[in-house]
């Protein structure tokens, strides 16, 4: 049996990738199936990725859209476990800001669910 449901924001219920290819000029509809590395992706470093002016800032972060099935999914989550069981897991970028605007986005988009940010949850 279930007892709680651990699901990730970024790429899953937050549009992160939609907002990079965006920013890093890279056309979404080329992106490769089952490749989740950005530097091998948009052929930059890690540094030049996140060190973009306008990836930046708690703003950035809280902004981020929802995915279009993410209610959906998060619904039968809740469904499967209860709301109290389904908790969201992201981890900070090298912004300093992005563990507030990513607790900000949690907290805006899914207001009674518990979440987790930190390290260490691949």
Same mark, same amino acid.
């Given at each position: 049996?279930?007892?709680?449901?651990?699901?990730?924001?970024?790429?899953?219920?937050? +549009? &992160?990738? =939609?907002? %990079?290819?965006?920013?890093?000029?890279? *056309?979404?509809?080329?992106?490769?199936?089952?490749?989740?590395?950005?530097?091998?992706?948009?052929?930059?470093?890690?540094?030049?990725?996140?060190?973009?002016?306008?990836?930046?800032?708690?703003?950035?972060?809280?902004?981020?859209?929802?995915?279009?099935?993410?209610? +959906? &999914?998060? =619904?039968? %989550?809740?469904?499967?476990?209860?709301? *109290?069981?389904?908790?969201?897991?992201?981890?900070?970028?090298?912004?300093?800001?992005?563990?507030?605007?990513?607790?900000?986005?949690?907290?805006?988009?899914?207001?009674?669910?518990?979440?987790?940010?930190?390290?260490?949850?691949?």
């Amino acid at each position: 049996m279930i007892d709680t449901i651990f699901c990730d924001v970024d790429g899953v219920l937050a +549009d &992160l990738q =939609g907002v %990079l290819c965006i920013y890093h000029e890279f *056309d979404e509809r080329l992106w490769p199936a089952r490749e989740w590395s950005l530097e091998k992706v948009f052929g930059k470093s890690a540094a030049e990725i996140w060190d973009h002016p306008f990836v930046k800032g708690a703003q950035f972060w809280n902004s981020l859209p929802l995915l279009p099935w993410a209610g +959906d &999914l998060v =619904g039968e %989550l809740v469904r499967k476990v209860g709301r *109290d069981r389904v908790c969201f897991l992201t981890q900070p970028v090298r912004d300093s800001e992005s563990l507030s605007g990513k607790a900000q986005w949690v907290r805006r988009n899914f207001p009674r669910h518990p979440y987790l940010i930190g390290y260490g949850k691949d």
